[in-house]
């Protein structure tokens, strides 16, 4: 680390004024030095800077004034504001960066009935001038944005920066012109967000006229600002490490930031000669997107400022000496904790309207609200699916109250969406589905699933919310699926069979919060089983019944993928109609005479019950419990076939699976079971997690299978390793059960259609 020492001829000023006040005690003293902090950007690196900060807290050490560009003026402008040194630690610490930093809403936000497709497909193609659009691959923020506003709320009345408690500039850069550009006044989260737009990775930001980008581009350490404020003592902090060495630059995104900072480079060799105190904090082994070591970079600055607290001491200890005491000022940040909203603007809805936009936030004029409250309305618009964006702003009216003003972005009506999955159940598979909004009827959505691989499954789904309030909703679906099956006895395989599988049915369910709907429906299944390599005694043939059933659904999970809170529960009781089998039985390929005890099946309708439960719970930063029951029961079910439940594999895939960490799928089938799961999943380091399981499974405890022999108790574990990236989740486990005294591997990639 280099830290500057103070310029000679300051150090020489010092010297003359201690002199001059010895000899002269009665002469006035002179203006007291005002002391400038910059902080560059740089990303993720740009963490560091709040343990330099800490060290000018605990110093004593009075800022004037601040600048800052990208991460460096998020930094910058929450300490500008009044939120002290210790308090931004505590904030960076408990963020969710890979929620901020993408182009999802918690999942809590979504409306229930969107919950099962959201983040579901690795690529989605809006249908936009009659044609499908490649993604830009850009970041809009949504949750970015609703986290500043929370954040700068305190100071939503203030648009000028240089009266916050600390004045306060960033530096973004004019798109049109390649110019720098400073921001002193306007919104302060725009003004932020400008700031922080790295060309390729964010989009661009419309602010007080101009389209913004990162001002890294062009001036990513802006100490001529701060000197051009007053300062006169500079505190530098600078994370930048400069252009990459051409043999590291290899691959497209990092030549286009090359490019992209090439002037920024030239810039910083002026910039640095004008601190009086510069900190280059080197971190090689970090780049601007290491936010998942996050706590690793903090805790690097705070080691940094550490050693720079006996300067930055030794500086406060002096110009108190010379000028008198200065105590550091505490309680800077605004006591603003809500505001009255008394009119609203909308700006960017074709598509919809202002008064269904607000109506979806359920709004009211002339009353209070808090940052969350405000911050959850727009989540409530944004789960929709209507918008892929929505800001507002809070504009000052001359009785005190505000005007809120939003800027929308609509999301276009229907869009294609690609992902892949494999399974050694399933094979390899590309994943396909297009949805529509107001296709057929206005208020609903249509979509069309397939996939198309070593398996082949279709589905449909039309869902007609009924009013404006979308709490009520009816459902229409359809679905098609061809698999071939493992059969095994005593755990081993030793037959395969080829399962064809259709069901049409219809449901109306009632959704009072966005986490809970009840509803009834019924449903239409067809079951067709085609041995392809027999042995021993099995069937062959179709069976056809129909079922009325109640359900509830309960969903208040954070994320789609590898949740970190929340419980998902699902229940259904119903009842079986009138079988109506078509069945062969075969023993050993031949078969079996119909009328022998062998080959009788049963018609009558029975009761069925099935629950599926799954918790999580953090219990660390980086650890996470996870609790997991399913079961099923088919009630006085005796010689009634083809709605068995099939036991085994890691991941939920088709009818009636029962997952068991220990057992392939379709090992076993019984028509009563349940189980009980608990594990613990680490996130070991970026992206990448580590899930140990352990399960115990009950069979034959209501009803007990007339074709298929089954123990009563089973157990079973599983270790997981997983990496989520660009394809979805990747998921490599060995797992073994006790009763096989074998171990399995288990690979899944994607999530299943």
Not at 367 to 381: D, E, F, G, I, P
Not at 415 to 442: D, E, M, Q, S, V
Not at 625 to 639: A, E, H, P, T, V
């Amino acid at each position: 680390m280099i830290v500057k020492g103070y310029k000679p001829v300051l150090i020489c000023f010092f010297l003359l004024v201690q002199t001059a006040l010895s000899q002269t005690p009665a002469q006035p003293l002179p203006q007291r030095p005002r002391i400038g902090v910059t902080l560059s950007g740089g990303g993720a690196k740009g963490l560091a800077h709040i343990g330099i900060l800490k060290a000018i807290d605990s110093a004593g050490l009075n800022v004037d004034y601040i600048t800052g560009t990208s991460m460096g003026s998020i930094i910058g402008s929450l300490y500008a504001i009044g939120y002290t040194a210790d308090s931004i630690e505590k904030i960076t610490r408990t963020i969710d960066w890979d929620l901020l930093l993408s182009n999802q809403s918690s999942l809590r936000s979504i409306f229930m009935e969107e919950k099962d497709e959201y983040s579901k497909y690795v690529i989605e193609l809006p249908w936009q001038n009659n044609n499908f659009r490649l993604p830009s691959g850009l970041l809009q923020g949504q949750e970015l944005w609703l986290k500043f506003s929370e954040l700068y709320f305190p100071v939503h009345q203030q648009k000028d920066f240089s009266r916050f408690s600390i004045p306060f500039r960033c530096i973004a850069t004019d798109v049109g012109t390649g110019e720098a550009v400073v921001m002193k006044e306007g919104e302060i989260i725009s003004a932020i967000r400008s700031s922080m737009a790295i060309p390729s990775v964010f989009t661009a930001v419309d602010f007080n006229g101009r389209r913004m980008v990162d001002g890294g581009v062009v001036r990513n350490f802006p100490v001529r600002d701060v000197k051009e404020m007053g300062a006169d003592i500079v505190i530098g902090s600078n994370v930048a490490t400069g252009l990459l060495p051409s043999e590291k630059v290899r691959n497209a995104l990092q030549i286009l930031l090359q490019i992209a900072f090439f002037r920024e480079a030239e810039d910083a060799k002026t910039e640095v000669p004008q601190c009086d105190i510069y900190i280059p904090l080197k971190m090689e082994r970090y780049n601007m997107g290491s936010f998942g070591d996050g706590n690793a970079i903090l805790n690097l600055g705070i080691e940094e400022g550490r050693r720079l607290y006996p300067r930055f001491k030794q500086l406060a200890d002096s110009l108190n000496a010379i000028y008198g005491p200065a105590p550091l000022k505490k309680d800077r940040l605004p006591l603003v904790n809500t505001a009255v909203i008394s009119s609203y603007e909308v700006h960017g809805v074709e598509r919809t309207s202002s008064e269904f936009f607000v109506h979806t936030m359920n709004l009211e004029l002339n009353r209070t609200y808090t940052a969350h409250k405000l911050s959850n309305m727009v989540r409530q618009a944004y789960g929709t699916r209507y918008y892929s964006r929505i800001i507002y702003s809070l504009v000052p009216q001359p009785d005190g109250t505000c005007k809120i003003v939003f800027e929308v972005t609509e999301n276009p009506f229907t869009f294609a969406k690609l992902g892949i999955h494999y399974n050694r159940f399933t094979g390899i598979g590309i994943i396909g589905n297009i949805t529509a909004r107001n296709f057929f009827i206005t208020n609903s959505r249509s979509l069309v699933t397939v996939n198309i691989g070593e398996s082949f499954r279709i589905r449909g789904e039309h869902l007609q919310y009924l009013g404006r309030l979308k709490n009520f909703a009816l459902v229409g679906e359809t679905q098609f699926d061809r698999f071939e099956v493992n059969t095994y006895d005593q755990y081993k395989q030793d037959g395969l069979y080829k399962q064809t599988y259709a069901r049409i049915g219809e449901k109306f369910q009632f959704s009072p919060t966005r986490n809970f709907s009840i509803g009834a429906g019924h449903r239409f299944e067809w079951v067709h089983y085609t041995p392809k390599i027999s042995k021993g005694v099995e069937f062959k043939g179709s069976n056809n019944f129909n079922t009325l059933f109640g359900f509830i659904s309960h969903n208040s999970l954070d994320r789609a993928v590898f949740p970190k809170n929340g419980v998902k529960i699902y229940g259904e009781a119903g009842r079986v109609f009138d079988q109506h089998p078509n069945v062969t039985f075969l023993s050993n390929g031949v078969p079996v005479d119909q009328d022998s005890d062998t080959s009788r099946v049963s018609t009558y309708p029975y009761l069925r019950t099935t629950l599926d439960v799954e918790s999580y719970i953090t219990v660390g930063r980086r650890t996470t419990f996870l609790l997991n029951g399913q079961g099923g029961i088919n009630f006085d079910y005796q010689r009634n076939i083809m709605n068995e439940f099939a036991i085994g594999g890691l991941t939920k895939l088709y009818r009636n699976q029962i997952t068991f960490a220990g057992l392939q799928e379709g090992t076993l089938y019984t028509p009563s079971v349940a189980m009980l799961q608990g594990g613990i999943r680490v996130n070991a380091f970026a992206s990448s997690y580590f899930t140990a399981r352990a399960n115990v499974l009950f069979t034959n405890f209501i009803s007990t299978s007339q074709f298929f022999t089954n123990p009563s108790f089973l157990s079973g574990y599983s270790l997981t390793y997983s990496y989520n990236f660009a394809l979805g989740p990747l998921e490599i486990s060995t797992m073994y059960s006790d009763q096989t005294n074998k171990l399995q591997w288990y690979i899944n990639l994607g999530i299943p259609f």
